[in-house]
């Protein structure tokens, strides 16, 4: 059981360069994000799917496209790539109920792509 | 909207001391809290959650949080530090969307 699988680890572009995020779970999960993380500032939702077919962006979409036309995949777009992007990104995954039935899913995170814009 | 505070960036416990680890949330009606631990270079562990009932929710790794609704808080706890804890740790808060806190950093000194 893989989890949440994200490639690639580690890239580096430069601005104007476009390059895509790859996700993908084998747990069947209804819910799929993306995350990026800085220093100082946490992880930020930058785009959400609750199923395939669905999405809708979150607190940072600028700059990123998603889609979802499978359940297992949601790959994250970057289409003209700047320095401010340079981060940490984050797949994140979950049921959209939890066993109680409840919306208190947790997520299931992958390893991480760290991505650099020069 | 749903806010997380965690008011320490860092914090410093000597191995085999009680720890604890602070987040504050804000939300409408009732809140789904979430501790989340991070190793470096590593993604984010799901640690323990609350949803409703006891106050004192027991997780992973021997850590427990207390809810505090008139405190507003979430605050993460240990009785015994190790050094093998060190790491990030990030509260969160639900419904939906998780949102994070900026996160802490422990280090257990021998």
């Known amino acids: 059981n893989a989890g949440v699988t994200q490639t690639p680890k580690f890239q580096v572009l430069k601005t104007g360069q476009s390059m895509t995020l790859q996700c993908a779970q084998d747990?069947?999960?209804?819910?799929m994000s993306w995350y990026r993380q800085d220093p100082g500032m946490g992880l930020r939702l930058i785009h959400y799917s609750v199923g395939a077919g669905i999405t809708d962006q979150g607190e940072v979409p600028n700059g990123y496209n998603v889609s979802r036309s499978t359940t297992e995949d949601f790959p994250l777009r970057l289409l003209s790539a700047a320095p401010s992007q340079t981060s940490v990104y984050f797949c994140a995954s979950s049921y959209s109920r939890d066993r109680e039935g409840s919306g208190a899913n947790v997520l299931t995170f992958g390893a991480g792509s760290r991505l650099t814009v020069l | 909207a749903q806010s997380v505070a965690q008011p320490e960036d860092q914090v410093n416990v000597a191995e085999g001391n009680p720890l604890t680890v602070k987040c504050t949330y804000s939300?409408?009606?009732?809140?789904?809290l979430f501790w989340y631990v991070q190793y470096p270079n590593r993604g984010l562990q799901f640690l323990l959650k609350?949803?409703?009932?006891?106050?004192l929710v027991k997780g992973s790794y021997g850590f427990e949080a207390e809810f505090n609704k008139s405190q507003t808080s979430f605050h993460l706890k240990k009785p015994s530090a190790l050094v093998s804890d060190s790491a990030l740790y990030f509260c969160a808060v639900g419904p939906g969307k998780s949102t994070f806190g900026d996160g802490t950093t422990l280090t257990v000194k021998p």
């Open positions: 747990m069947n999960h209804e819910y």
């Open positions: 939300v409408s009606g009732n809140p789904y």
């Open positions: 609350y949803i409703t009932g006891d106050n």
